[in-house]
Nanobody, 120 residues
Framework: QVQLVESGGGLVQAGGSLRLSCAASGRRISTYIMGWFRQAPGKEREFVAAITYNGGTTSYADSVKGRFTISRDNAKNTVYLQMNSLKPEDTAVYYC?????????????WGQGTQVTVSS
């Protein structure tokens, strides 16, 4: 089925920016609702952002609204998460997810995650 690989994580100071990428293979992501989730140590995985099949609709967690932007390039089979004005509370492993039909997505397929660490 579809395989997802995240990249772009790293260490950044508070107030900085990172751009995460999710490269898909095996299937065209145009047939999936795509989303980003994150999991901090000791916490359960939480929803961050989602985008519909052709990018017409997006959804964000309240905690990231105005700071994060999800986008997709179906021709490149890639989904992005632009993260600006990062806060230490954003520190987590970020996961890309693909969902066949659920809005907001629950995730039928998941990437391995990429670590984002925001220092204060």
């Amino acid at each position: 089925q579809v395989q997802l690989v995240e990249s772009g994580g790293g260490l950044v100071q508070a107030g900085g920016s990172l751009r995460l990428s999710c490269a898909a293979s095996g299937r065209r992501i145009s047939t999936y609702i795509m989303g980003w989730f994150r999991q901090a140590p000791g916490k359960e995985r939480e929803f961050v952002a989602a985008i519909t099949y052709n990018g017409g609709t997006t959804s964000y967690a309240d905690s990231v609204k105005g700071r994060f932007t999800i986008s997709r390039d179906n021709a490149k089979n890639t989904v992005y998460l632009q993260m600006n004005s990062l806060k230490p509370e954003d520190t987590a492993v970020y996961y890309c997810a693909a969902d066949r039909s659920t809005w907001p997505p629950k995730g039928d397929y998941w990437g391995q995650g990429t670590q984002v660490t925001v220092s204060s």
